[in-house]
Each structure stands twice: as C-alpha cells, then as structure tokens.
C-alpha cells in the first residue's frame, strides 16, 4: 500500500460517460484496446500503486459494467444523472477514507502508466497536482492557463476558452490528485457557471489557487499515455499506439518482426531466441515461442505453447495448445482448445485437431479432422480420415496406437481402437477394434454394369 506519512492512497476512476461520439450501445469505457476493455487497462495502472482503495464511478451502462469486472476487486459508486466530472467525484469521495490521499483517473485512457502516476501522486504532497501534456493542436481539451511567474491559475474548458486561451499548447491531462479533505472542500464551491451547464472538475484548480495552494503540474512524456477514447477514430489509433509499442518491445528483445506496424499481442507474449514473426499476425491470451519459432503470415495463437524450432506456416489458427519441438504445422491448420503435439510432428493444410493428443513424429499431412482422440508416435494419417466422435448426444475416443498407417478417406466410428501397427485400407469404415499388426479393410464390392447408360433428359 502506497503511505504518505498518515495517509493512505485511495483511487477514483471516473467510468460514468456515455460516450456518444462511438456510436454503440455498448459503453465506452467496455470498448476492447489489445483485446481486453479500456477500463481493465485502467484499473492494472491503478494497482500497481497498491493503493487502499479503487472507486469506479458509472453510469451509463452501470450494470453491464459492473458485469464485466465482477471480480475486480473495487468499490463501486453510481452516478445516477450525469451532472459533469466534478460530479462524479462528488458522488465518490464519501465513500473515501478520511485523511487518505485522493488519485482522480478516467476510464477511458488505457495507455496511461504507474511511473508517471506516482510522480503525480508524489507531486501532490503540497496539495495539489495534475498531470499535463503539450500538443500542437490541443482541440477538445482543457488549457492550462498560467501567469507570468508560470504558476498555474486555472483550467479553461476548450468549449469555454477565449481566443488567446485556444492558443494554449498545454493542455490538462485529466488525471489529478489531492487530500480528501482539500477536494470535498473545493467541491462544495463549484458552480455550474459554463456553456455545458456541468460541475466541471477542474474548476478546482481555480479554487485551488484562490486558497493559497500550490498546484504542482506533471508532464506526461509521451501524449499516447494520457490520450483518452471519444471515438472509434482515436481508438483505432490507441490500438497502432499499443501495438507499435509491443512491436518495439519484442524487437528490442530480439525477435524478428517482418512489419512491426502488421502484428498485435492482445496478451501477453514470451519469446525465446530468435523468434520470426511474419506480417499480421494476432496473439491473445498467454502464448509463449521457443527458440527460433517460425510464424508464418496471418496466423492466430490464442493460449498456446510452441516448443523450439517449429514453424507454423501461414493462415493457421491455434487456440489453447501446446506444441512440440521441431513441428511442422499449416499452411491452414486449426488447433482447437485441449491439443498437445509431441515433437517432430507434422499436421498439414486444411486439417483439424480438437481435445486430442499426437505422439512423437506422426503426421496428418491433408483434409483430415482427429478430435477427441489419442494417436500414438510414428502414425500416418491419410488425406481425409475423420474420427467420428459425435453421435448427438455424446463424445467418444478414438485410439490409434504407434506406428499405424490410416489410409485416405477413411472413417474412424468411435470408441474403437486401431492397435499398434494397424494398416487401414483407404476408403474404410472402421467401427470395431482392430487386431495389431494387421491390414485390415472395409470396403463394399466394386461393381461395373455392363450397358448402362446415364440419364437423358427430356
């Protein structure tokens, strides 16, 4: 837990907007950046303060938030009319512990981090601190209105601001902190006095500076960390921002990226040595890559493991499996939850794995789907094979035990086992247990009919 000397640290998350510019029914701050919401981002930057307490603030689509983040470990405060910002910290800070210190967050600035927060939770030590930034166009977004000393003397809204304040670079960030006490004061005094009608929460600068205190500003070092979600337009270029960063980073690990701009990690994504990364292609969950991994074009790992030196050729998908060393896998092969791979296997085009295991150096090579089954080392399965694990009502095992061949298009009706060293004619059904060792066939007779003729039509 964060001290500062008596005091505690207690967070608010401003959550309540509707956010009209997204054009969604679903609220702003569930809108997915990397894959997870805007708000969890949030939430990961204000633990990593330890902080007594976080608040989220709702409103707008309060019970689908609170839905999403059930288990998130935070006090909730309902916004019922959305009356401002500084409303919304109204709403929250009887809730606050006395004599704590107060960090203001919003909800809808994911790519914030816990460095320049704590230099902000640091700076308000005097009484008060903001976070800030410096753009070239600073549109939309509140000035920092300074006087001749450089003292911050207030905040000017942008739809309130005259023509000399437009011409501010330094804009407020959003992000404040203070004593519990200092900020319920300030709130009591502020007045709806402006275009949108709001209690707008950075009037407390003013009230601030009317006090005698001191408001110390932190610059953020990069304006991505502070860049808020209004539209679909800048959340799409968070997500660049976010990925470009990833990018970087396993670049700067040492990982060979053929696009930096062409890859998203919606997770989290550890690599071993030279790791290869073709363009577009997505991660999400936990994945982990060997050393030298190859990962073909266009692929999508979701939860998986892959051991050295295997390649993953282009336009495969493999969600919640863990591969081998020195596989071979795709072009267009699909892993479904519940798959393992021993080494040196090789699963080819247009062939599907569910809840299945395979053993060292079998191979699938074509059209083929093996689910719920176990194969055991050095099996050959031919160009569309199923295994028939479905009857409507339940699922059954198919067994194929080491070295057997299965020949193409054969018909695998679970349960049944194929014992060790089993040779399957192509074109089989197989539907009892086969004898090792054996060729064993399931054919119907081949007829020809002599005269016949195809049907003509009329």
């Known amino acids: 837990m964060l001290e500062f000397g008596a005091m505690s640290l207690a967070v608010v998350v401003l959550a309540a907007g509707q956010g009209k510019r997204m054009h969604s029914a679903l609220p702003k701050v569930l809108h997915p950046l990397a894959g997870r919401p805007l708000l969890s981002h949030v939430l990961d930057a204000a633990r990593a303060l330890k902080p007594k307490q976080i608040l989220v603030v709702h409103g707008h689509g309060g019970a689908e938030v609170r839905a999403a983040f059930g288990d998130a470990g935070v006090e909730w405060v309902e916004q019922a009319r959305q009356l401002g910002t500084g409303h919304a910290l109204a709403q929250a800070l009887p809730k606050v512990a006395r004599g704590a210190q107060v960090l203001v967050l919003n909800g809808d600035v994911p790519l914030l981090r816990a460095e320049m927060l704590k230099r902000l939770v640091a700076a308000s030590k005097k009484g008060l601190a903001i976070c800030t930034s410096d753009l070239t166009d600073a549109t939309g977004y509140g000035r920092v209105v300074r006087d001749a000393g450089q003292r911050v003397l207030r905040i000017v809204e942008h739809k309130d601001a005259g023509?000399?304040?437009?011409?501010?670079?330094?804009?407020?960030?959003?992000?404040?902190?203070?004593?519990?006490?200092?900020?319920?004061?300030?709130?009591?005094?502020?007045?709806?006095?402006?275009?949108?009608?709001?209690?707008?929460?950075?009037?407390?600068?003013?009230?601030?500076?009317?006090?005698?205190?001191?408001?110390?500003?932190?610059?953020?070092?990069?304006?991505?960390?502070?860049?808020?979600?209004?539209?679909?337009?800048?959340?799409?270029?968070?997500?660049?921002?976010y990925q470009n960063a990833q990018a970087r980073r396993l670049l700067d690990a040492g990982v060979g990226l053929a696009d930096l701009w062409r890859v998203d990690v919606r997770g989290k994504l550890?690599?071993?040595?030279?790791?290869?990364?073709?363009?577009?292609?997505?991660?999400?969950?936990?994945?982990?890559?060997?050393?030298?991994?190859?990962?073909?074009?266009?692929?999508?790992?979701?939860?998986?493991?892959?051991?050295?030196?295997?390649?993953?050729?282009?336009?495969?998908?493999?969600?919640?499996?863990?591969?081998?060393?020195?596989?071979?896998?795709?072009?267009?092969?699909?892993?479904?939850?519940?798959?393992?791979?021993?080494?040196?296997?090789?699963?080819?085009?247009?062939?599907?794995?569910?809840?299945?295991?395979?053993?060292?150096?079998?191979?699938?090579?074509?059209?083929?789907?093996?689910?719920?089954?176990?194969?055991?080392?050095?099996?050959?399965?031919?160009?569309?094979?199923?295994?028939?694990?479905?009857?409507?009502?339940?699922?059954?095992?198919?067994?194929?035990?080491?070295?057997?061949?299965?020949?193409?298009?054969?018909?695998?009706?679970?349960?049944?086992?194929?014992?060790?060293?089993?040779?399957?004619?192509?074109?089989?059904?197989?539907?009892?247990?086969?004898?090792?060792?054996?060729?064993?066939?399931?054919?119907?007779?081949?007829v020809s009919v002599p005269g016949w003729k195809p049907p003509r039509k009329k």
């Not at 300030?186 to 949108?196: H, Y």
């Not at 600068?205 to 502070?226: F, H, N, R, S, Y």
């Not at 267009?332 to 794995?353: A, K």
Request: net charge neutral.
């Open 270 to 446: 550890s690599c071993g040595r030279d790791v290869s990364i073709d363009v577009n292609c997505v991660f999400e969950g936990e994945v982990t890559l060997g050393d030298r991994v190859r990962i073909g074009p266009n692929c999508l790992l979701r939860n998986v493991t892959v051991a050295a030196d295997t390649e993953i050729l282009g336009y495969s998908v493999l969600e919640a499996a863990t591969i081998g060393k020195r596989c071979r896998i795709g072009p267009f092969s699909r892993m479904r939850p519940g798959v393992t791979l021993g080494d040196e296997v090789h699963i080819g085009n247009f062939v599907e794995l569910k809840a299945s295991r395979v053993g060292i150096g079998s191979k699938a090579n074509h059209l083929s789907y093996i689910g719920d089954a176990e194969v055991g080392a050095r099996v050959n399965i031919g160009a569309g094979t199923i295994t028939c694990n479905y009857d409507g009502a339940g699922k059954y095992r198919t067994l194929i035990e080491d070295d057997s061949f299965i020949g193409s298009d054969t018909t695998l009706v679970a349960p049944v086992t194929i014992a060790r060293g089993s040779y399957i004619g192509a074109g089989s059904t197989i539907s009892k247990n086969t004898p090792p060792g054996q060729l064993t066939l399931s054919r119907a007779r081949q």
């Open 163 to 241: 023509a000399k304040e437009l011409r501010i670079r330094e804009w407020y960030a959003g992000f404040l902190a203070a004593p519990r006490q200092r900020l319920s004061a300030w709130l009591s005094k502020v007045k709806r006095l402006n275009s949108q009608k709001e209690y707008y929460l950075t009037d407390l600068i003013a009230l601030a500076v009317q006090d005698g205190v001191e408001v110390a500003t932190v610059a953020a070092g990069d304006p991505w960390e502070v860049a808020g979600v209004n539209s679909r337009h800048e959340l799409a270029l968070l997500e660049r921002a």
